[in-house]
């Protein structure tokens, strides 16, 4: 009856630990994916505008963190690997320039615009990664630039 | 008497790993403090007086006079190996009426304090190149060319001096994106 007591109690405390490290788990990486996604647009904002064009031209980019943490496999497309701290932080991690549905262009102005002329247009950065007890979870960002907005301001 | 032993050491084992669960609760909401506080003078920063490794003065706007002087402060964050703590510093532009806070904070009450030491602590820069991002980590630090700023740090909970509950430790590295300098004014000759 004793032994009995015990596991039960032991065992809803060990689902206690198990649940609560999870929380903590996702809060926290949460917190890194959107760190990166924001570390990537501001990537981006001391960028040339032609550069930022390119990415939003309707291809899916895909950068994986490696288990280490320590290298990432899309630097082309992808500044992560300028922050080393925040990469470590994100193991497994995968990063991706999602393009937009095909009746909502990620050119957004002016109409039918192209990659030599659009003025106005968004990103939207998807990051996804395995929680603590194997879940995958995602979290999603959306950036728009215009070709004589803030950015152009950073380049001084 | 095996059995008693297993038992003995699974509480142990749950007490320490109960212990964990709470330190990092702690740093979580410590971490988050840190970097909120630091975005929030980023974000309102005039001018970067001096950017070191390890230590960042910025003159900032502050509409608040419960955060410091109005209408600007000057804000400095200095990290103190010695004492393993993050601390902010807010005064008037000429270094008069300064009041320093300690960003990293022991918890506990009288009878029981837990240590929450800052074990290193880094900013990086960001600065532009030709329209590329590049980082001015290592090498030197010219403030006037700094557009962005990031941190990084590890915070841990515990201390191993002491034995009970506060012998346990749990670590916490924590990094941060970008973060612009959204308010610079515009360069006067001086």
């Known amino acids: 009856m004793a032994a009995t007591v015990l596991v039960v109690s032991f065992t809803a405390v060990i689902q206690a630990v198990v649940m609560g490290a999870d929380m903590i788990d996702t809060a926290r990486k949460q917190q890194i994916a959107q760190q990166i996604i924001e570390a990537e647009i501001g990537g981006l904002r001391l960028g040339a505008w032609s550069t930022i064009a390119r990415l939003a031209d309707g291809t899916a980019y895909s950068a994986t963190v490696d288990a280490t943490g320590e290298s990432i496999t899309d630097t082309t497309h992808f500044n992560l690997g300028s922050n080393p701290d925040l990469m470590r932080q994100a193991k497994g991690f995968i990063c991706q320039i999602v393009p937009p549905a095909p009746a909502t262009p990620s050119y957004l102005r002016p109409a039918s615009a192209d990659f030599n002329t659009v003025t106005f247009l968004s990103i939207t950065y998807k990051v996804s990664w395995p929680g603590n007890l194997g879940r995958i979870h995602t979290r999603t960002g959306v950036a728009y630039f215009g070709q004589n907005g803030l950015h152009l301001s950073y380049q001084k | ?190």
Do not use: W
């Open chain 2, 1 to 190: 008497m095996v059995v008693m032993a297993a038992v003995f050491s699974t509480y142990l084992y749950l007490g320490r790993n109960l212990t964990r669960l709470s330190f990092r609760n702690v740093m979580e909401g410590q971490s988050r403090n840190i970097l909120r506080t630091l975005t929030i003078d980023i974000q309102n920063t005039k001018s970067l007086i001096s950017a070191t490794n390890t230590g960042l003065a910025l003159t900032v706007d502050n509409q608040n006079p419960l955060n410091g002087p109005v209408p600007t402060m000057k804000v400095v964050y200095a990290y103190d190996g010695s004492t393993n703590k993050l601390i902010r510093r807010t005064s008037q532009l000429d270094d008069s009426g300064p009041v320093t806070a300690t960003l990293n904070h022991d918890i506990g009450d009288n009878n029981v304090q837990v240590p929450v030491a800052m074990l290193n602590f880094n900013f990086l820069y960001y600065i532009t190149t030709g329209g590329s991002p590049v980082s001015q980590f290592n090498s030197t630090i010219v403030p006037i060319s700094i557009k962005q700023v990031a941190i990084s740090f590890t915070l841990q909970a515990g201390d191993p001096a002491i034995q009970g509950q506060q012998g346990t430790l749990s670590s916490y590295p924590v990094a941060s994106g970008r973060m612009p300098l959204l308010n610079r004014q515009f360069l006067d000759g001086s």
